[in-house]
Structures are given as C-alpha cells and as structure tokens.
C-alpha cells in the first residue's frame, strides 16, 4: 500500500503529460483541421485561427512538460490545468446541449482519434479527479527555491516552436467569409432545389440558384462573375472559369476523401473532355500534391491559394472535398464534406449531360 501511495502520484504526472503530449501532436496533423474549429465556432476569422491554434497547441505541450518538474506545481501547474480542462468542459456541454451527446468530433484528439463530445467530456473529469488527487500528495519546491522561468520557458520555448515547424502567411486584413462569397455568386446548398434560368430576367439573383430535383439545365444561361473569376491561369494556360462548363475542385493534398474524390473525376475524365477540371488545393501540406496525383493516377491543372482564401471560395459551412460545377460562371451543382452533400458521380453526370 506504501508502494502504491510512493508511486502513484508520478505515475498519474506522467499519464497526464503523456494525454497533454498526444492531444497537442495530434492536432498538428493536420493543423487547419484544427484551426477551422475556431472559425467555426466564430471564436476568430480565418487570419486569426492560426494564431490561435499554434499558441493553444503550445500550451497544451507546455503542460506536458510543467506537470513533470516541481516549480510551482502545486501553487500554478496542476490548479491553472484543472481550469483549462474545465474551461473545455464548459465548452463540450454547450456543444452537447446544442448538438447531442454523441455528435461529431469534438477535436480533443485532432483527426487521429476521432472523439465525441460526451467522450471528451468523460476524459477530462476523470483527468481533473487525478490531478485533485495530485494536489494533494505533491508539493511545491521548498520556499525561495521556486523559480517562475521555468514555466514561462517551457511555454515560449513551445510557442516558437510551433510558428517555426508549422509557419503560415498573415493576413494583409481578416476577410469576411459570408461577404466575400456573396458579392460573387449564389452557393448551392441542401435546401436551394432549383436553379431558375429565366430568359426575360438574366441579370436577376434568381440566375444563380440551383435546382437538385432537376438534373440537367435546359438551355445556356447567362455569363456571370463567379467567386472563382480571379484565377486566369492554370499550369501556364489561361482560362475563362465564367465561360462554359467548367468543374473546380478545392482540396487538400492530405484528405484522403479528396484523394477518392479525385480518384473518381479521374476515372470520369478519361472518357469525356468536356466540363474542364481544375483544381485548388488548400496552402496546407503541399509537398503531397505529387503523391496526391500519383495516388488518383492522373492530373489536373491546378493552383495553390491560402488557407483563408481556400476556405473563403468553399464557404462558412463548407468542408473538404469541395467540388463545384460551373456553367458560365454559374454554380450548377455542388458538392462539400463527408455529410449528406458529398461527392456523388453519377449525381453531378447528370447534371452535366
């Protein structure tokens, strides 16, 4: 029982730096993943998230690195990760009173393991019953010997180590996601059944809705401007996306749901040239793209935009993978997520033909 009692209080700090040290890596990979949950949230814009998501990753790895040592452990370490885990706590029961218990991924764990918000919220009360156990076998160093360098380095020393391995462009200003979007085009969503193509009323809003009961758009409609009109170029060539039918994809080379995406316009696009696939792949892990490629054996002319840009052109609510037909700068039919508007190829050949 002595053995048990001698032990027991490092072994809960190691199982505590151990939960801090995983939760902090795994939500590195991939970080927008991550960074999204604050814009969704409307906790920050897109030119904020980055920011955010770095210097809470960072302090999550501090911890992990605090609850090891003894200055101010008892005095600052163990009450200030108690507050931080019921702080989330808070956050997880409103998630749960809005959502259900069993919606979703709450991200404690990034993409690696996925984990509701009930899971979640189960994980961290019995972390704060160990570390109230903690509190009461451990102590601080003997008076005068404390020093509060230790925890601000470990903090700085995590914090810079974040901006340097996973370092991103500012924004020149925040960008307003529903206002970028609006001044461009209509965005098709579940509910927006039908694209009305009137002849007599063609610089009407009503040109760019979509209709999903019908699958094919009887006659040409008019030029637009679409969100997509400011890229020209792809691989060199210069393209007209307001004219024609034209499909653009937005993905991120490290989805897999992208990767079958791709895998399947791939397959489609051998036997047919017309719409033109472009693609835009989010400014995330783009040492990937050859593998992405390689993976969906073929390849499209493609650019690289910025994370908020990418998230501007896919929308508020949007999610990765993102495919979008266009017929003259008009939405047609879009695709988003893994949800009830995902992919589906025999859908969007349909609606081409």
Known sequence: MKKIEKYLPWAIRIF?????LVSAVAKMFPIWTFEKQFVDLGVASWCQAPYIARLMIALELAV?????????LKSIVIPGTILFLAVFCVH???QMYKNGLMTGNCGCFGQLIPMTPFEAFIKNIITIGLLVYLYRKVSDKEKGHNNITYLIFAYVASALFMFMVFPFCPCPKDIILEGAIEQQDSIPTEKKDTLALQSETPKKEAVNQQDEKNNAVESEPTKVK???????AFGGKKVNLNEGKKIICLFAAGCDHCRETAKELCSWARN?????IYVLFMDEETNLI???FNESQCRFPYQIIDIPKFWTLMGMDGNTPGVFYLWNGNVIKSFEGEGVNKFNLSVLKKVCE
């Not at 505590?16 to 801090?20: G, H, M, T």
Request: glycine share 0%; charged share 20%; aromatic share 16%.
């Open 92 to 94: 997880l029961s409103i």
């Open 16 to 20: 505590v730096s151990l939960l801090f």
């Open 64 to 72: 992990s690195i605090v609850i090891l040592q003894r200055h101010f």
């Open 272 to 276: 047919t040239n017309d719409p033109e």
């Open 290 to 292: 050859p593998e992405f």
């Open 226 to 232: 679409s969100r997509f009109s400011e890229f020209k």
